[in-house]
């Protein structure tokens, strides 16, 4: 499997503990896949794509290493992503 929607993938990943959490989390604005806000659930990810979100108060920046087809456990999520440094806040929208 190449793409997997954003929801599932972060859930899997286990950025949260719920698919809901991660619709609400896009529903809220505060997702971006290669710079662009995602703006629905089935909006996919790829490997080699960038996914910016925000987890709490922290802001946080992987890249997708790999897609999955379950949601396993923690060390078989941390092998789907690449942490990379964390990045500026994004702009306020007006």
Known sequence: MDEL???KWLWFA???KSRSLAQHWIDAGETWVNGRQVDKVSAVVRIGDEVTFRQGRRWRRVVVVA???RRGPATEAQALYQELAPPDPPPAED
């Open 5 to 7: 929607r954003i929801d």
């Open 14 to 16: 286990r950025f949260c």
């Open 67 to 69: 897609t999955a087809v």
